[in-house]
């Protein structure tokens, strides 16, 4: 085949529009999908074959399935916008997809090709357009492609055949009542990733790991965990889902691609939009020392938190064993206010797209 060509199979009994309809005004994250999925094969010694859009349903699998005992799994997410003309656009999803193929090589995985991934994107988002929200009050329909291995075995070794997928759900907005400022947990002795692991991956793994910390900070009253660096437990990485920008006045600097954590799309777009609009943007290193120092003595204005599903977060209160601190009086910045609306401009369709960014379908 070429792997391009999606055969389309299309459900011939999808939700009323009535029933749609009523999901879509109150459609939460990740609790709905659409009518369809993509599916596309890999075998070992045929490569991609038998790519098809269908009905979304259950998959059935072997009880020994290998991607059940050793999570050879990886994943995506990126959003569908509605247009002010009504069109859907993704947003740069050839960087998912490049990102995907980082992940597969990391997974010991085979790389889907950048056009097969997008292309799979399009057929899902063409036929299920109709779950794209209106245009305005940042609702979107969010798009998860992912790939497992398929091989049925316990031996421990890279499975020789797979399935990568897309489904895709509808998502509210992340702030329904107005832009509000997360409280962050800091761990301090759980990490999320270690040099030479799979931290810049984007696989199911990470995030396992990462759920006894959550729970921590949801203890202690934080949305979210912020990890230091696996070796010093000095540098600050990441958050479990989204990566940070620190803003000394009109400089802002996001922690460097160690390796260890993900290399969001957001926060990439940020390093170039800060620059259009005339802030210095740079990579670094920020320890938590400095993070706390400096919201002290005023020198760090703001701190935000960035990625897929709320595009731009302020940081509010850090806690800490040690004790907290609170950024910016518990207000959202007056940079972070600027950046998510000028991403979130170019995502909507609301403003031009400078750097070609938008895909429209
Ligand atoms: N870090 C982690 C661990 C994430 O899961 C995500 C979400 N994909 C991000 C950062 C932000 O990445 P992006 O901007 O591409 O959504």
């Not at 059935?60 to 050879?72: E, K």
């Not at 990102?99 to 063409?126: G, K, N, T, W, Y």
């Not at 660096?229 to 006045?249: I, K, P, Q, S, T």
Request: with cysteine.
């Amino acid at each position: 085949m070429t792997t391009t060509t999606i055969e389309l199979k299309p459900s011939s009994n999808p939700l009323s529009d009535a029933e749609r309809e009523a999901i879509l005004a109150s459609p939460g994250f990740g609790r709905h999908f659409t009518d369809h999925m993509v599916t596309i094969k890999w075998t070992e010694g045929r490569g991609w074959h038998d790519a098809q859009l269908t009905p979304y349903a259950p998959l059935s699998i072997d009880p020994a399935n290998m991607t059940l005992h050793y999570a050879q799994e990886i994943f995506e997410g990126l959003k569908a916008y509605r247009r002010p003309d009504g069109s859907v656009a993704t947003f740069r999803p050839e960087a998912n997809a490049k990102r995907f193929q980082i992940s597969a090589h990391r997974m010991a995985m085979p790389e889907l090709p950048v056009d097969v991934f997008v292309a799979a994107c399009d057929a899902l988002v063409q036929q299920d357009k109709a779950w794209v929200p209106a245009h305005g009050g940042e609702a979107s329909l969010y798009l998860r492609p992912f790939m497992i291995a398929t091989e049925v075995g316990l031996g421990v070794k890279p499975a020789n055949e797979y399935l990568f997928l897309v489904i895709a759900s509808p998502a509210g907005p992340y702030f329904p009542g107005g832009v509000k400022p997360v409280s962050i947990w800091l761990s301090e002795d759980r990490v999320r990733a270690v040099p030479g692991g799979i931290g810049f991956a984007k696989t199911g793994g990470n995030y396992a790991a990462s759920l006894l910390a959550q729970a921590e900070a949801a203890a202690h009253g934080c949305a979210q965990v912020a990890y230091l660096d696996a070796v010093e437990h000095r540098w600050v990485e990441e958050l479990g889902g989204m990566n940070l920008y620190f803003v000394y006045g009109d400089k802002i600097v996001t922690p460097e691609l160690t390796g260890s954590l993900l290399a969001g799309i957001t926060r990439d777009s940020l390093l170039k939009l800060a620059r259009d609009l005339g802030y210095e943007a740079e990579e670094g290193r920020v320890s938590i020392d400095q993070w706390k120092r400096d919201t002290e003595n005023g020198t760090l204005t703001e701190v935000f938190a960035c990625g897929t599903a709320a595009v731009i977060t302020p940081v509010g209160t850090v806690k800490s064993a040690g004790g907290e601190w609170t950024q910016a009086n518990g207000e959202p910045g007056k940079v972070t206010l600027e950046l998510r609306k000028r991403l979130l401009d170019i995502q909507t369709g609301a403003a031009d797209d400078p750097h070609g960014w938008v895909h429209v379908i």
